[in-house]
């Protein structure tokens, strides 16, 4: 195989440069202090966030891209030899601090990666995207759209993070008494702490590292590590777990609050923290609870201790819909290769592509022939006769296995690759 270009989001060796969406560890699986192989475009946000997150990396390897501007990159052909240029340009993804999408232009055509993205029609952050994204194709047409697809299923609805914010709100002053535990990563969801510092008038603990975070992104006094200023707790998301919440409720009532655009199933994973997990084909009960002023709030209670609130980095289904109409790309590309809910995103989206009819027949029907497989691989348990059945069976069985592994976690549910490497025979058909 040739070398690559490119790569986005991938870390092997053999590109000549590469790009880093945002510092969410399944983007960055790979990337070590001592990665050297080229060099390494990012946001300046993602430049400013690097030493915390590898200590230790050559900094003289990062470029920063500013965004909406075109850079060239000269580079040369692996396959001829001869120089070329590809041309990027970084737009905001409107995801976690620093997340960027990236354009690209060079003898592959014209490809958008979103990484993870969130495109809220009512943000003027997306708005500014949105421009930006426009007036650089201009009348060119997008070859490629490598889509994030986390949520690229109708069942998937979720309102604007403003909203979900304010049912953080709603739920925090309706436990004027309690403790609360909001469950975050190592990165993401500052402007949602934030906005309940400022709303509350309270600061909000978050551990050492996650303070040296908020730190560096300019968050200076509304964060804090001592336990006795505050009753607002954000912890890591990999120990808010029911276990967490039963001991917390054993010294003082406590209610957790994770916000994600998983409804959350009601299963515990038995293993190392005693996590809960979401899993999208499970939904979680709805109940109302009595605000002060008489109001009732609609919310997701996962257990007696726990609240889901929707509050996602990621796109929406009718988000991810508009965007592809508005891009209406050749042809589109997930970037999440294997979930639990994962459907080809053409599938759903193929009316707005200019790819041919006959190669989006093909998507449906192998879209409709893995979903017979998998509701095979699921039914194997009726005993098979034959040897060949039995042979069927096993493989089926393994199938299964890998499904079952596939389902729930939201980690295990996005654990895959989600980079690419663009060679230079890579053209658009
Ligand atoms: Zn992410």
């Known amino acids: 195989m040739e070398s690559g270009i490119i790569s986005v989001d991938r870390w092997s060796q053999g590109s000549q440069a590469y790009f880093i969406t945002h510092l969410h560890a399944d983007h960055t699986r790979g990337l070590t202090p001592t990665w050297k192989w080229g060099p390494l475009f990012c946001s300046r946000i993602t430049a400013k966030l690097f030493p915390s997150k590898f200590p230790g990396f ?94 690229c299923n109708p069942s998937y609805c979720f309102p604007s993070r403003d909203v979900a914010a304010r049912q953080v709100i709603n739920i925090i002053t309706t436990h004027p008494n309690h403790d609360i535990v909001i469950g975050i990563d190592s990165l993401g969801k500052e402007d949602l702490l934030h906005y309940v510092s400022q709303e509350l008038k309270i600061k909000i603990w978050v551990w050492p590292e996650r303070l040296q975070t908020m730190h560096l992104l300019g968050f200076q006094d509304n964060f804090t590590t001592k336990t006795s200023l505050t009753r607002v707790r954000a912890i890591p998301r990999y120990s808010f777990s029911i276990e967490t919440l039963e001991g917390l409720n054993m010294m003082r009532p406590t209610i957790g609050i994770m916000p994600s655009g998983l409804p959350w199933a009601k299963k515990i994973f038995k293993g190392k923290g005693n996590v809960i997990y979401p899993s999208p084909s499970c939904g979680v009960a709805s109940t ?33 819909k508009e965007f592809v109409e508005l891009l209406q790309p050749t042809s589109i590309k997930g970037i999440v290769s294997s979930s639990a809910s994962y459907v080809e995103p053409l599938y759903y989206f193929g009316d707005f592509c200019s790819t041919n009819q006959a190669s989006r027949m093909s998507y449906k029907k192998l879209w409709y022939e893995e979903r017979v497989e998998r509701l095979e691989a699921i039914q194997i348990k009726s005993p098979v006769g034959s040897t060949n059945s039995n042979q069927v069976r096993r493989k089926r069985r393994r199938r299964s296995g890998l499904l079952v592994s596939q389902v729930n976690r939201v980690s295990i549910l996005r654990r895959v690759r989600r980079g690419i490497k663009i060679m230079d025979t890579e053209f658009p058909s």
Request: aromatic share 12%; charged share 20%.
């Open 58 to 151: 050559k900094l003289s390897l990062l470029r920063i891209l500013n965004l909406g501007h075109w850079y060239s990159l000269p580079l040369f052909s692996p396959s001829s030899g001869q120089p070329t240029t590809v041309q990027a340009m970084a737009i905001d993804a409107h995801h976690c601090p620093g997340a960027v999408m990236y354009l690209f232009r060079g003898e592959f055509g014209c490809m958008l990666f979103t990484g993870d993205f969130r495109w809220e029609t009512t943000s003027h952050r997306a708005k500014i995207a949105r421009d930006m994204l426009l007036k650089a194709l201009k009348d060119e047409k997008l070859d490629t759209l490598y889509l994030d697809n986390t949520y």
């Open 288 to 320: 109302k609870i009595k605000r002060s002023n008489g109001d009732s709030l609609d919310v997701r209670i996962y257990n007696q201790y726990i609240y889901t609130v929707p509050y996602s980095d990621h796109s929406c289904f009718a988000e991810i």
